[in-house]
């Protein structure tokens, strides 16, 4: 991931940790993809496969928004880049849970991931007051 960051960016601890959920959330998906591309007995596909996908998407989507709340002149603007990584944050969290009932070895390491959304969560908070 190579963003244009003002140098400051990369020290906010709230931008460290969603890069450290993209990585974890992209390890956690690829593992979980082996155990899920399988075709069920009747010939379906998993559909649980698809929910690995958004996990990674979806945290993928943090840190542009981190960054696009950062560079903006705007308090209305801002709000909506905050609106947004709730939003993100949200589906992040309840697509981890509908993963830890998937048929995965994997979905033992989805609690790690839910732990680290919550400490990104109050990081968030604390650095949209600060904005």
């Known amino acids: 991931m ?3 960051l003002p140098s400051h960016l990369s020290e906010l601890p ?4 969603a890069m450290d959920i993209i990585m974890l959330s992209r390890s ?3 593992y ?3 155990d899920l ?3 069920n007995s009747d010939g379906t596909e998993d559909s649980d496969i698809y929910f690995s996908g958004d996990i990674v998407q979806q945290s993928t989507s943090l ?3 981190i960054i696009n709340a950062e560079l903006e002149r705007h308090s209305d603007k801002k709000h909506k880049h905050f609106e947004s990584l709730d939003r993100l944050t949200s589906k992040l969290y309840s697509n981890c849970r509908r ?3 998937s048929k995965s070895n ?3 390491y989805l609690p790690i991931l839910r732990g680290e959304l919550k400490k990104f969560r109050r990081l968030q908070r604390n650095w949209m007051m600060t904005l």
């Open 99 to 101: 993963l830890e009932h």
């Open 63 to 65: 840190a542009p928004e």
């Open 28 to 30: 956690i998906s690829t």
């Open 106 to 108: 994997g979905k033992d």
């Open 2 to 4: 190579n963003y244009n």
């Open 14 to 17: 709230v931008y460290r940790k």
């Open 32 to 34: 979980l993809n082996h």
């Open 37 to 39: 591309s399988y075709l």
